[in-house]
């Protein structure tokens, strides 16, 4: 299971035709506090860049946009009763959704690590 | 998602305590032209640390003066009734324009015996209130502009204790008194009083032994710094104001529900500026009002839209998420049959009206030290 980087910090885990989707230790270090996060319906669809989910800190507000195309078939429940996973565990439990996606080609223009760790240094 | 980073700017002026900022890791931020401390450790800690031990605040950027002479022509400007100013005493009071419009909060104390008024503004207005204050003073009194000191906040239910390690007779204070007190031969200008809604102490320091004054107070356990993100976040909760949001020239004090700081006497002359508008405005009742609102879910934001059975009732001033209170509190300007305690509104976020509560403020009960 491969893992890409969007240049807005978000993390795509990549398997078979589905991603799970969520942000990067380093966005949420960015963010502060988690104190909510606002995701999508199961089944709602979005083209990649759409305004996917909100995440509130305690200072601001801040969009989360899909990285890839794509309908969402899990949203993170836990996040509801634990905003701070996502400062405490971006990369796993901190998950946001699960998207199916509907052309796998645009995994071929997001980041590798390598590349994502450049892009924030 | 954009990268929200510190965004440094090469013209905005730095406190004397900025070297100990960067030093001690935060992450700074402009603010009312300053380059101030966002955050240290994170703002909920440091929130949550405050309200259980104690936190030291900069808050140098605000400005200070020494107001001697004819005390009758400053009071002109402002609610306070300063004849009844005690030496020893503050109180808080607002700088009216001529519709009775809040041209800032601040607070007018006297510290220096019988030598003047020490005046304590807000940031981003001070240079508009110390040009009203001098040009409206000219020939009666004396304004000197106090650039040579930092003022900082020891907040919190061990800033007494704290403080007093220290200073010990600063530490007899009760709340809104005031003195000039000796830290290790420095002057130093002592209020017991602040923003965040706790016991504590504002603290006017010479610039040149601000560091070294910050340091001595951070070498106790006790205390911790705490940055301008935890600032708003204490106050918002415990119901105070902040200028240029939750009240501002277009705004009276009995639309901001601040008709507290205008001194009974002062009501009864009507003499302070706008006092024919204000108390008419009082008697009539204001067509809108400042109340808090508390919600669940994502917190609404300064700008958000209010409304009721559909109609856009008013609009939300400050908004956060309160550590204390555990979720969503702001404050809202409504219209005022609204304007009541436990009323159900929707406040519009990103286009979904969400349900919300207009809740008594402060959200989290002041505790303010009042004596034994």
Redesign the interface.
Known sequence: MSVKYTK???WVKIDGDTVTVG?TAY?AE????V??V?LPDVGKTFDQGDEMA???S????????APVSGEVVAANSNLEGEPEKVNESADTDGWFVKLKLTDKSQLDDLMDEAAYAAHIS | ?????PEFMTDTLQTPLFDLHVELGAKMTPFAGYDMP??YQ????E?NHTRDAAGLFDVSHMGQAHYTGDEAALEKLITADLSALKPGEQKYTLLLNDEGGIRDDLMVSRPFGDDGLFLVVNAATKGADFAHIASNTAGKGELRLIEDRALIALQGPKAADAFGALVPSAAKMIFMQCGVFDLDGSDIYVSRSGYTGEDGFEISIPADKAAEIARKILADDRVKPIGL?ARD?LRLESGLCLYGHDMNEETTPVEATLMWAIAKPRRERLDFPGAARVMQMFADKPARKRVGFTMA???A?EGAEIVKDGEIIGVVTSG??G?TVGG?VGMAYIDREHAVADTDIEIVL?GKARPAKVTKMPFVQQRYYRGE
């Open positions: 807005d910090h978000e942000i966005a960015q963010l502060g506090d104190v909510f606002e909100v995440v509130e305690v200072k601001a507000a801040s969009e989360v946009y | 998602m954009p990268a929200t980073g966002l955050q994170g703002i909920m800690a929130h993100g976040s879910g994502a917190p934001r956060g998420f550590p969503p990103r």
